[in-house]
């Protein structure tokens, strides 16, 4: 499909998956309220161009887009994509000129637009301009997911480059239907919305909302001032904002966003169904004394996580009243390497409480440790300011310098997961949806 000089506000579909059953399927979903289906990198580079020709054979009233950002060879790699029926294929805005160009006269050629992506482009409106004195007929603005993931976004970006060109501009990177709505106002012709509708269990819904608030906004976009002001940030604080991510997932959703790691071992839940999310506030004891840990009470601030180091050995070192006041300081839980007591008083208070043993047996309040240093706990170094994120299926602990991006990657993976578990519901099995044999690693 070959476009006319005129379009706007276009929702665009990224499907980035790595096997071709999986996007196919939520193309199908969600095609009603989508104009432009892309063939995201990932699928390309693990599918290859093959996946183009089923998106065109398949939806042959929408516009298909190879993510293929080229980097060389401009002129083979459109020619290739465009013969395999994409109207758009892309190439990175950093690529050479001469690259640039190939690309262009190749979509001439064989009737598809060259859309550049100015991705991690140092000075992206100036770049913009160049671009299109290069002949690109659209500029994308993209804010990656690993820059997603800590925090950055492509709006004011997107600002810059609307009013550096003339051209097409498309934006994408963390755009869901509550942001929206900005982004068409900011004056982006293509709106890329690739999680925001994928990762969701009802595909359909997700586009069709999105859409909609596209629609309303159309008339808004048409009239705003070009100096229209950038969004009043949000009024959380980074921690609020980390505490309400955690508090969404899981720990085994944060051991993944970590690559599998961070669980503590040996330390699991006494209290079934609470969770504990906060800073860890540390004690270091010796075995039995529980001076510290209750110190480290008073010393601990609002919705800390108090974590104690006593050696991993049986003797308790918190009980009722320690819970007690810990509830009173509204401190969101207790992390112990070592034991616990009081157990069943602590449940029915509804005090997180996370620990290696479960005795009646306590020693004495000598004062022999230290609070507020770095301890090790279930195996894992925990320094102040780590957050600790502890439910019914273990501990993980989170470093604190990059406690935002593992938040947002846990997020991440928990709605993937659930588009998953809708697959599953829908009749695959687990085995089916994830093509385990597709992926196996050969062995030698």
């Known amino acids: 499909m070959v476009l006319g000089c005129v379009f706007m506000a276009f929702l665009q579909l990224a499907l980035d998956f790595v096997d071709s059953e999986r996007a196919l399927a939520v193309a199908r979903e969600a095609s009603e309220f989508v104009d432009w289906l892309e063939a995201g990198t990932p699928l390309v580079k693990s599918e290859g161009i093959r996946v183009v020709r089923e998106l065109r054979k398949l939806f042959p009233s929408k516009t298909i887009v190879a993510d293929l950002k080229i980097m060389d060879v401009g002129a083979l790699e459109v020619e290739m994509a465009a013969k395999a029926g994409a109207g758009v294929v892309t190439v990175l805005g950093a690529a050479d000129d001469a690259t640039i160009r190939e690309a262009v006269e190749a979509g001439k050629k064989f009737g598809a637009l060259v859309e550049a992506d100015i991705l991690n482009v140092v000075n992206p409106a100036e770049r913009a301009k160049q671009l299109e004195k290069l002949g690109v007929q659209i500029v994308g603005v993209h804010v990656g997911i690993d820059q997603q993931m800590r925090g950055m976004l492509p709006l004011s970006i997107l600002r810059e480059v609307r009013k550096a060109v003339k051209c097409k501009v498309a934006v994408a990177g963390g755009i869901t239907a509550e942001n929206v709505s900005e982004y068409v106002e900011a004056g982006a012709d293509v709106i890329v919305v690739g999680g925001g509708i994928t990762k969701n269990a009802d595909v359909r819904s997700a586009a069709q909302e999105i859409k909609t608030s596209m629609q309303l906004n159309t008339a808004k976009k048409q009239t705003a001032s070009s100096g229209s002001k950038e969004k009043q940030p949000s ?189 599953i519901k829908n009749g695959s099995s687990l085995g089916e949806v994830l093509r385990l044999k597709k992926w196996e690693k050969i062995m030698k």
């Open 235 to 423: 009024l959380l604080s980074v921690d609020d904002e980390i505490r309400s991510l955690l508090f969404s997932v899981s720990s085994c959703n944060a051991s993944d966003a970590m690559h599998r790691e961070g669980g503590m071992r040996g330390i699991l839940s006494i209290t079934p169904g609470l969770k504990a999310v906060g800073k860890a506030f540390t004690a270091r004891a010796f075995p039995g004394d529980w001076a510290k840990p209750v110190e480290a009470i008073d010393e601990a601030s609002e919705g800390d996580v108090i974590v104690v180091d006593c050696g991993g050995v049986e003797k308790a070192v918190w009980g009722a009243l320690a819970s007690e006041s810990a509830k009173r300081k509204k401190l969101s839980g207790v992390v112990i390497n070592g034991g616990i007591r009081d157990v069943e008083e602590i449940r029915k208070m509804g005090f997180p409480a996370f620990a290696k043993f479960v005795t009646p047996c306590t020693g004495e309040p000598k004062g022999f440790g230290e609070t507020n240093v770095a301890i090790e706990c279930g195996g894992r170094a925990v320094k102040p300011g780590d957050w600790i994120l502890a439910d019914d299926s273990g501990v993980v602990i989170i470093p604190g310098e990059n406690a935002l991006e593992i938040a947002k990657r846990a997020k991440d993976v928990k709605e993937k997961e659930e588009r998953v578990l809708k697959e």
